[in-house]
Structures are given as structure tokens and as C-alpha cells.
């Protein structure tokens, strides 16, 4: 088993940063790659960001590339999410997701990820 526990949401204008915390508890051995997703009220849940848990790997959906970057500290079984140039389309519940199944090419479908957080909410105001 694996437990998520996601903070550092908060609330944000336009154009600020956040970094968005996600600490792994159980068998992290066992993880292949770790995610962010995010879902906005009304839409479906959109993959963010994905980092190879040992090889430290990364891929980014465009609407965040060149703004968000993710990292992972294995020391202290923890992922980060830093956001930058914040817009307020950003604004949803952030979660992170573990994938424990070797696959080929990074882990971006949703239902790749056996493990969820409760999420954390980021709003960005206009």
C-alpha cells in the first residue's frame, strides 16, 4: 500500500508562484512513476506532470510547460509541484497519484495511477 498527502494550496494572484508538496508513506519501493493531476469545477481531471521515481524523468502537459516543474526528493519520499506565472485557469483541486506498474513511456493516463492523495485546492485570482 501507499498513502499521498498533498499540500501548499492556497490562494494566489495572478502571476505568483506556489509549490505544492505531496509526501509518500508505505511501500515507495514499489513506485515506478509519481503524478500531479489537477480538476477544476465542472471538468474532468487533467493530467499535469509526471517524474520517473528513480531515474527522476519528466513530462509535462503543455498548458504547463515552461511555468510548473516537478521534482522528487527520495530522502524524504516527497514530490513537489513548483508553480510559477500562476493564471487563473490554473485554479483546481491539485492531486499527486503513485503508479507501482512497470509500463513503457511515461505514466500520463489516469488510470495508470493505483494511489491518490485527497487533493489540495490552488486558486488563482484575477
Known amino acids: 500500500q501507499v498513502q499521498l498527502v498533498e499540500s501548499g494550496g492556497g490562494l494566489v494572484q495572478t502571476g505568483g508562484s506556489l509549490r505544492l508538496s505531496c509526501v509518500v508513506s508505505?511501500?515507495?519501493?514499489?513506485?515506478?512513476?509519481m503524478g500531479w493531476y489537477r480538476q477544476a469545477p465542472g471538468k474532468e481531471r487533467e493530467f499535469v506532470s509526471t517524474?520517473?521515481?528513480?531515474?527522476?524523468?519528466?513530462y509535462y502537459a503543455d498548458s504547463v510547460k515552461g511555468r510548473f516543474t516537478i521534482s522528487r526528493d527520495n530522502a524524504k519520499n516527497t514530490v513537489y509541484l513548483q508553480m510559477n506565472n500562476l493564471k487563473p485557469e490554473d485554479t483546481a483541486v491539485y492531486y499527486c497519484?503513485?503508479?507501482?506498474?512497470?509500463?513503457?513511456?511515461?505514466?500520463?493516463?489516469?488510470?495508470?495511477?493505483?494511489?491518490w492523495g485527497q487533493g489540495t485546492q490552488v486558486t488563482v485570482s484575477s
Open positions: 517524474i520517473n521515481w528513480s531515474r527522476g524523468g519528466t
Open positions: 497519484a503513485a503508479d507501482r506498474t512497470s509500463g513503457i513511456g511515461f505514466s500520463i493516463s489516469s488510470k495508470e495511477y493505483q494511489y
Open positions: 508505505g511501500s515507495t519501493g514499489s513506485i515506478y512513476y
